[in-house]
Structure formats: C-alpha cells, structure tokens
C-alpha cells in the first residue's frame, strides 16, 4: 500500500475480514478477504452486498460555468442533465481517444459531482476550467458504499421513504439511519442496486448497521475485486485493465476509441464541440480491435492477459475472465482483431496451463436488456 494517499475510513473494517488493503487510485483498497469470493458473487446476484468503493473519485464542480465546463470535458449533452438525474459519459483527449469514464450527476441548477476512477478525469475537468467562472473541489471526505443485489432496495425500502420510486440513474438527498447521505440508483454489477455517498464518519456507522440488520436477508460485505466476476457478465470495463495502457499496440501510443470499446453510446446524439469530438467522428470505421466476449469450453476462467489464437495466429488478448457458478459458464471479455469479434468465430485461448476452445460472443452475457437494474417498484 505504499503508493496509497488516500484512506478509507472503513479501513480496520477490511483488515478485520482479512484484507491488507492494496492500492487503487491511491486509496488502499479490499482487494481480498478471507471468505469466498463465489459467495460475495452469488448474495449480489442472488440476494445483495456491500462494497466500499470509496476509491472512486468525487469532484464538485459549482458556479455559472459549472455546465460548460462538463459540457466540454465529456460526451454527454448535460443540458439533458437535471437535477436529481444523473448520466455515464466518458472523457477523451484531443486526439479522439479514451482517457476516463465518470457519472455526472447535476445535484442543483449550478452545482454538479463528476465521480470517476484511476483516468484523468479530475485534469480533464481542470483543464476545461481554465478562465471560467467556475469552482472545482476534489471530496476525499465523501465515502461511497455500494450496496447491490435484487434484495438492496428491500432492505432500504426499511429507512428511506420513497428508495422504490428512485429511477434508474437518479439520486435523492436523503437521511439514512439519521444521518445525510445523497443515494444514487447506480452501481458496477449489473444488479438493482443503489450507492450510498456519505461523509467519511458516518461511513463505519452505516457499514456496520446495514450488514448487522441485512444479515437476515443474507447481505454480506463483498471485496472490491468481486466485481471482476460481476463486470464479465454485464459488460462494464474497468479502466486500464481493458485499454491498450496495459496492453499497447506495437507502433503506437496508448490510447482507445470509443468505437473500440464499445461506448460510442455514451456521445450523446448530435453532440459536438467536445474535446476531442472531431477526431472521434474521423476516426469512426478505422477500428483496430472491438472488445467483444469470449465463452469458453469447459470451467476454468481464461488467464488475465492470454492470447486468443485463431488458425495458429494471435488476434487478441482476454482481458477479463471467470466462471459462472449459477450459470456454470466460463467467460471473458477480449480485446479482438475486428473479424473475429462475431458471434459464433471459433478461437482459443492459450492459458498457461494449456489452450482452451472458445467461441466469441456477443456482450453482455448476462440481461442483455438490463430489466434488472431498470426494475420498478
């Protein structure tokens, strides 16, 4: 943890369950527990769990120019944008590539929270400041716990009147357990699920209360890194495990598309003027790989980093694998040489114990239509 900066005040929580709190994004991080880690998987998709994930970045950014300023900094149209609602969007640099994903969510007329991960999304936003009637505060005191699973807004339902109505992508400034929290509909899983922003001591308060009541409905802590099992299922990257940071083209620097990646989506129709806006169009159909899925033969999940072979030759690399253990599948997402990623393209994947069959796939696997994390009531 020596690279840690930031802390968790839920810290000797982690080390209680046997953490020794790996660095993320400068916050020592659960990256491991002593439990499970299949039954911190099955109670979010089956029941609900609770992650700190307190390591993701919260930036205030109030004052007349606040809009512009994210208006300019990401894809999203933040006119569309009131408050109580919030969007994913994603950030890029002047040459059209990917350099953050973040939700902004718009908290009054001029006043907005931009939350992002291990990018430079606080820079993007500096950057776009500059001579602007505008504040920017980055909130290390502001906690973020995740509660996720089928049966977290039951057990909120409990506390917070009105949590079953809350859309999708919409957050309320509320009271938990007498304390002020803003809870968002939102979430890494692909489950309901709500993240609850509090102030660093009320974190412990609230960690504690909801997995003492919520043990009844079999609502345990989850590491930071069950969400690798959860994120292959839904489709939802994670910054730089996926991206060419880690797993750089031969002649070029660092550096992804939208297109690539699959998150095009996150331009918002029509809009321009964003940074990095006319190399993104330029560069639409000059795809040098797609992120795509992988299912594999047998159970054993591919290897972090393994080549995906085709006839002998590499045209890709799984970036992400696991194991189903309710669907008993093996699966992984892959950064693949554009004619591959097709539904059906036989490949394999060389593991280090040995090649294993795979056939791509289209992403995500699981609730393709996401009914889950949409559900009403």
Request: aromatic residues 10%.
């Amino acid at each position: 943890m020596t690279a840690s900066w930031r802390f968790s005040t839920l810290g000797d929580r982690h080390r209680g369950l046997g953490s020794n709190l790996e660095d993320w994004s400068g916050m020592g991080t659960a990256w491991s527990y002593d439990g499970d880690a299949n039954q911190e998987y099955l109670a979010i998709r089956t029941k609900a769990g609770l992650m700190d994930v307190s390591g993701l970045k919260k930036v205030h950014i109030t004052g007349a120019h606040a809009a512009h300023v994210i208006d300019l900094a990401t894809t999203r149209d933040v006119e569309k944008i009131y408050p109580g609602k919030s969007a994913y969007a994603c950030m890029l640099n002047e040459a059209g590539k990917f350099t953050d994903d973040c939700i902004i969510y718009r908290t009054s007329p001029n006043s907005w929270m931009v939350v992002h991960g291990s990018g430079t999304g606080h820079e993007e936003l500096q950057k776009a400041a500059m001579g602007r009637d505008v504040s920017i505060r980055f909130d290390d005191n502001l906690h973020d716990l995740s509660l996720q699973g089928p049966l977290a807004v039951d057990y909120l339902a409990r506390h917070v009147p009105g949590i079953r109505d809350l859309p999708y992508f919409h957050h309320m400034q509320t009271r938990l357990f007498g304390l002020p929290v803003m809870i968002s509909r939102t979430g890494y899983t692909g489950e309901r699920g709500y993240e609850i922003f509090c102030r660093g001591q009320d974190a412990p308060a609230i960690w504690d209360r909801i997995l003492e009541e919520g043990a009844e409905m079999g609502i345990i802590p989850c590491r930071f890194t069950t969400l690798d099992m959860l994120r292959v299922e839904s489709y939802l990257l994670f910054y730089p495990y996926d991206n060419s940071q880690k797993y750089p083209f031969a002649n070029e620097g660092p550096g992804d598309t939208l297109w690539e990646l699959g998150l095009d989506f996150t331009v918002s129709p029509g809009k321009t003027g964003f940074r990095g806006a006319e190399e993104h169009a330029r560069l639409r159909g000059r795809e040098r790989f797609k992120i795509f899925g992988l299912l594999l033969e047998g159970t054993a999940p591919a290897d972090e980093g393994a080549p995906v072979i085709r006839d002998g030759k590499q045209v890709g690399v799984a970036t992400c694998g696991m194991f189903s253990p309710i669907t008993g599948m093996s699966m992984a997402i892959a950064r693949l040489a554009v004619d591959c990623a097709m539904p059906g393209t036989k490949l394999e994947v060389a593991n280090a114990s040995g090649a294993i069959g795979a056939v791509a796939h289209a992403l995500p696997f699981d609730d393709p239509k996401k009914l889950k994390r949409t559900a009403k009531g």
